[in-house]
Nanobody, 122 residues
Framework: VQLQASGGGLVQAGGSLRLSCAASGRTFSSYIMAWFRQAPGKEREFVGIRWSGGSTNYADTVKGRFAISRDNAKNTVYLQMNSLKPEDSAVYYC?????????????????WGQGTLVTVSS
């Protein structure tokens, strides 16, 4: 599967953005999708995941502010980000989980989008 992330940009603290991740391939609905982010000089970190049944898990740093949804008809997964903070600034990546790896570890993901930059100004 090929993933294409978009929707990043510059936003003021307290604002909102919605990221999109469009996937190619007829089997998109079978993939468990997640979002990660990477700030300059830091390791890529888990943001959230949406399981096949619709349940979600989020990093504590974004819980209550971010939400993942998906539209299988459009082969797209979304990351709604509200109440943004300067520390949310990073390149955001969507990824497809492969096998039964640990969901919050980047090594568990076999497919990655190219990343979209989010900058939150104070």
């Amino acid at each position: 599967v090929q993933l294409q992330a978009s929707g990043g940009g510059l936003v003021q603290a307290g604002g909102s953005l919605r990221l999109s991740c469009a996937a190619s391939g007829r089997t998109f609905s079978s993939y468990i999708m997640a979002w990660f982010r990477q700030a300059p000089g830091k390791e890529r970190e888990f943001v959230g995941i949406r399981w096949s049944g619709g349940s979600t898990n989020y990093a504590d740093t974004v819980k209550g502010r971010f939400a993942i949804s998906r539209d299988n008809a459009k082969n797209t997964v979304y990351l709604q980000m509200n109440s943004l903070k300067p520390e949310d600034s990073a390149v955001y990546y969507c990824a497809a989980l492969i096998g039964s790896g640990t969901y919050y570890l980047a090594d568990s993901y076999g497919y990655w989008g190219q990343g979209t930059l989010v900058t939150v100004s104070s």
